[in-house]
C-alpha cells in the first residue's frame, strides 16, 4: 500500500476496484460527500462505497485480504454495534491549509436543550454518589436539539466549515447509513495513532474556557490555572493512569510524562499527556483503541459503575458520540481519535452533544455552562453562537 501523507492523492489498496485520481472520483452519495472523511495530521483519508461490512474481529484479515483499509466508528458503549467497513475506493488527499471561506448553512428555526435542568439534576445526583464513595468520576453529556422545518442542512457546507475553523483538530464525516445522518465533529483528542508499531495517545481531562476576547494575558492566565488546578489535576490523573493501566501490557515499552501540558483549542484550555509506546507484534491500531475505550476522560472511573450511572441518568442514547472514529491499515497502522464536539445532521435536523468529568469538586451550574462552552464548538460550523440558539429556545 502507498500512503501519501499529506503530499497528494493515491489510491488506498493495490486491489482496489477502480484508481483514484483526485477526491472527487471517491464521492459516492448525492449529497457529493464521502461515506467517510478524517483529516489528521497524515492528511484526510476519504472513503465511499462498501466493499465489506466487518466486525471489530475480523477488521484486521478484511483489511490485509482486500490490502486495503477498514474505516469506521465505535459505539460509546462497549456493548453497541460498530459501524466498520472495508470501502470500494478510498485515497488520501492533502490536507486543505490556509483560511477557507465560510460556507452558508441554513438558519434553525428551534431548539431544545440549550438549558437543560435534568443535566443539572444528574450532575447533583453523580456529585451526591462520589461522596458515598459509589465510584470517583463520571462523564455526564446532554444533546441540543436544532430544528429546521423545511429547510435542508447541506452536510457538505458543514464539514467544510469544520475544516476551515479547526485546522489542527481530527475533522471527521461518517454516514451513518442506518440512519442517513452525518456524524460529524472536530475532536481534540487522538485516542491511539500506530504507525510501524509505533503507538502514541493523548488523553485531554481537566478543561476551562478561554478568554481570548478579554486579551492575550488574560488568556494566558487562564489556562495557568488549570494547569495549577488541584482538581482539574486529580481528574487527569485518573485518566493518564487508567490508560496506562490497560495499554502497558500491549506495549514492549510505554512513556508516560510526569506531568501533563496545556493543549488549546479555540473555545477551550485542556490539559493533555502526551504518551508514547512500542505495541508488541501482532497489536493492531484497533486493538489498542479497543483496549482503552472508554476512557474516564469520556466515561469515568471505575468504568463499570460510571457505565452504570451514565445509562441510569442520561435521557437519551449516546449512540456513536464518545465512541472512536478512525481508520486502520492491512498493517495495523491506523489513527483513532474520539468522537467529541460533533453532531449528528440529518435533513432538516442537527443533534449536538457535550458533555463534562463529574468529581467530587464539580457543581451543577459551572458543569452546564462548561457543557455549553463546549457546544458552542460544532454551532459555529453551523454559522451559529449560544445566543443565536436562545433566540430560537423554546
Not at 180 to 196: C, K
Not at 388 to 393: E, N, P
Amino acid at each position: 500500500m502507498n500512503w501519501t501523507d499529506a503530499r497528494g492523492a493515491e489510491a488506498v489498496g493495490a486491489a482496489a476496484p477502480s484508481a483514484v485520481p483526485n477526491e472527487s472520483a471517491v464521492r459516492g452519495t448525492e449529497s457529493g460527500m464521502p461515506d467517510f472523511a478524517l483529516s489528521t495530521g497524515r492528511g484526510t483519508l476519504e472513503a465511499s462505497g462498501v466493499r465489506e461490512r466487518v466486525s471489530e474481529g475480523r477488521s484486521a484479515q478484511a483489511a490485509a485480504e482486500h490490502e486495503s483499509v477498514v474505516v469506521g466508528m465505535l459505539p460509546f458503549d462497549p456493548e453497541g454495534e460498530p459501524l466498520l467497513f472495508v470501502p470500494e475506493r478510498a485515497a488520501w488527499t492533502t490536507r486543505n491549509e490556509g483560511p477557507l471561506p465560510p460556507f452558508d448553512v441554513a438558519r434553525p428555526t428551534a431548539a431544545h436543550g440549550l438549558d437543560s435542568q435534568i443535566y443539572r439534576d444528574a450532575v447533583a445526583l453523580a456529585v451526591a454518589r462520589i461522596h458515598e464513595g459509589t465510584l470517583d468520576k463520571v462523564v455526564l453529556s446532554r444533546a441540543l436539539d436544532l430544528s429546521y422545518d423545511a429547510q435542508t442542512i447541506d452536510p457538505e457546507a458543514v464539514y467544510r466549515n469544520l475544516l476551515a475553523l479547526y485546522s489542527t483538530a481530527y475533522v471527521f464525516s461518517v454516514r451513518n447509513p442506518s440512519t442517513g445522518e452525518y456524524v460529524m465533529g472536530a475532536s481534540p483528542e487522538l485516542v491511539v495513532g500506530v504507525e510501524d508499531g509505533r503507538c502514541s495517545t493523548h488523553p485531554l481531562a481537566g478543561s476551562s474556557a478561554r478568554r481570548t476576547a478579554d486579551g492575550p494575558t488574560e488568556d494566558a492566565q487562564a489556562g495557568e490555572a488549570l494547569l495549577r488546578s488541584a482538581k482539574d489535576r486529580a481528574e487527569h490523573a485518573t485518566v493518564v493512569d487508567d490508560i496506562a493501566a490497560r495499554l502497558g501490557p500491549l506495549c514492549a515499552s510505554l512513556t508516560v510524562p510526569p506531568a501533563p501540558t496545556l493543549l488549546a483549542t479555540p473555545q477551550l484550555w485542556h490539559l493533555g499527556t502526551a504518551m508514547s509506546g512500542t505495541l508488541r507484534p501482532g497489536v493492531t491500531a484497533l486493538d489498542a483503541a479497543r483496549a482503552v475505550h472508554p476512557t474516564p476522560a469520556i466515561c469515568g472511573m471505575p468504568r463499570n459503575e460510571a457505565l452504570d450511572l451514565i445509562r441510569e441518568v442520561e435521557p437519551y442514547e449516546r449512540g456513536f458520540y464518545g465512541g472512536l472514529v478512525g481508520w486502520m491499515d492491512q498493517h495495523g497502522n491506523g489513527e483513532w481519535a474520539l468522537n467529541l464536539r460533533s453532531g449528528r445532521v440529518g435533513e432538516g435536523r442537527a443533534t449536538l452533544c457535550a458533555g463534562a468529568g463529574i468529581v467530587s469538586g464539580s457543581t451543577p451550574q459551572n458543569e452546564h455552562h462548561e457543557t455549553a462552552v463546549k457546544l458552542s464548538t460544532f454551532l459555529a460550523a453551523l454559522g451559529l453562537d449560544l445566543d443565536d440558539v436562545a433566540a430560537v429556545s423554546r
